[in-house]
């Protein structure tokens, strides 16, 4: 029989409000609320005092990449992985979300097969981790993505397909509909080899509307939703247009691609952790100085424009992009929270709200998942202090007291191992250093 819990005293976050109540978990959901909670609870139930501290929904990471095991290069994440090793690691990496809070997320793309085999042993009881959402592949057309000549033209490597013609589209999308992927993410957007003037800020759209929309004719005629990575302009508006179920990035949004967003009502994750770890702890990895100025020019003209989505109503993710040196499992997922309030001038609560139940919907489980309320699937964590009064408390994991998924306390009693030592799994490097959440508070 599983075990039920009567959380007191804490000051309960939940859809955007705040007030203390009690809470009683039942089985895999909250069974009540409140008087309720005090009145339903039984004798033996298992009583946690959260006095001093705040109860919220387990965070649900829209963006993250737990097959790639933090590598230095594109050259380490395409050249020197493999599929076994790849996906015991990753059931590790798994482990460091759930003890950060973070009770769900979607990886969009990964190597091999490692997303699908990883969700499966997370639901079969096989090893403890988050509630998985994932991609297969990413579909990237021969201009390339983010990784230039290090993609062939034809054929795999490392996360991506490459795809071409209309007929290569739906058959690699069936494959992997096939193959047990929850959702089929696009680069929408790619770094070309040489750049020209006419080109905007930002990285150029490599696919056309056309190709979009059959994409996502293909992928929702089996049930299944599409992601886009679209760090431009034109790309986010035809992305929206063709009918996309959630945008990363929507770099600098001009009025069109707003409008396109706006009338779709696309969810969203611009997933800015990634650039602003690097603007702020850039040197301490001894990163590339150049690219922290571009990408705060990214932030700022993005944060103006994703603020007008969201107060037109469409829905807002938090997405960490964790998964690279500068965003180590387990450290940064609560960030994005932090940069929604000093960036787009979210509360505290919206930006938790845009962390917890916003999430829902990667899932299907809208109504269900994201917030503490009875009947809601049990997804919780305790956190010592006022997370109203400073987010960042959910960074330094002494503070998380316990984590709640479906019900079961995560046992954190057991470390899990920080690093390992693999003969020819690391090489090449973006950076000399894994910026973890205690190196960057070094000083
Ligand atoms: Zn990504």
Not at 40 to 68: E, K, N, Q, W
Not at 137 to 147: K, P, Q, Y
Not at 316 to 328: A, V
Request: with cysteine; aromatic share 6%; proline share 4%.
């Amino acid at each position: 029989m599983s075990e039920t819990y009567l959380i007191q005293n804490a000051k309960v976050i939940s859809g955007g409000q705040q007030a203390q109540f009690s809470v009683l978990i039942e089985g895999d959901r909250i069974a009540a609320v409140g008087d309720d909670a005090e009145i339903s609870a039984s004798a033996d139930v298992t009583r946690l005092d959260g006095t001093g501290c705040t109860l919220m929904p387990g965070m649900v990471d829209a963006h993250c990449h737990i097959s790639f095991d933090q590598p230095n290069s594109n050259d380490e994440l395409f050249f020197h992985r493999r599929p076994g090793l790849a996906t015991m690691i990753a059931s590790v990496n798994a482990q460091k979300l759930l003890r950060a809070g973070v009770t769900s997320f979607l990886d969009p793309d990964c190597i091999f097969d490692v997303g699908i085999d990883l969700r499966d042993a997370i639901e079969g009881g096989v090893v403890e981790g988050p509630r998985m959402a994932t991609g297969g592949n990413v579909l990237i057309t021969c201009v390339g993505g983010t990784a230039g000549h290090l993609l062939p033209a034809e054929g795999k490597l490392g996360y991506a397909v490459i795809v071409q013609t209309a007929d290569e589209i739906v058959r690699e999308i069936r494959k992997q509909i096939k193959g047990g992927c929850d959702w089929i993410k696009v680069h929408v957007t790619g770094l070309p080899v040489r750049r020209t003037k006419r080109h905007n800020p930002g990285e150029i759209q490599s696919w056309t509307l056309d190709e979009l929309r059959l994409v996502c004719d293909t992928a929702h005629a089996l049930g299944i939703p599409v992601v886009g990575h679209c760090r431009n302009s034109s790309s986010t508006r035809d992305a929206a247009l063709a009918g996309f179920d959630l945008i990363f990035h929507s770099s600098y949004m001009e009025e069109d691609a707003l409008e396109a967003v706006v009338d779709n009502k696309t969810p969203l994750a611009p997933s800015f952790t990634f650039l602003r770890n690097l603007i702020d702890y850039g040197d301490k990895i001894n990163s590339d100085p150049g690219l922290r100025s571009i990408f705060m020019n990214e932030i700022e003209a993005t944060s103006a424009m994703i603020r007008r989505a969201y107060d037109a109503g469409v829905p807002l993710m938090c997405g960490s992009e964790t998964g690279f040196s500068i965003t180590p499992y387990g450290d940064w997922h609560y960030r994005e929270m932090g940069i929604y309030v000093e960036h787009l001038g979210l509360t505290p609560l919206e930006a938790i709200a845009c962390g917890t139940e916003a999430g829902a919907s990667i899932f299907g489980l809208e109504g269900q998942l994201g917030r503490i309320e009875s009947g809601y699937i049990a997804d919780l964590v305790l956190v010592a202090g006022d997370l109203e009064k400073d987010l960042n408390l959910l960074g330094d994991k002494s503070n998380i007291r316990a984590v709640f998924k479906g019900g079961k306390k995560v046992d954190t009693s057991r470390p899990l191992p920080k690093n390992w030592s693999i003969p020819g799994w690391r090489t090449g490097r973006f950076s000399s250093e894994v910026l973890t959440y205690e190196l960057a508070h070094s000083y």
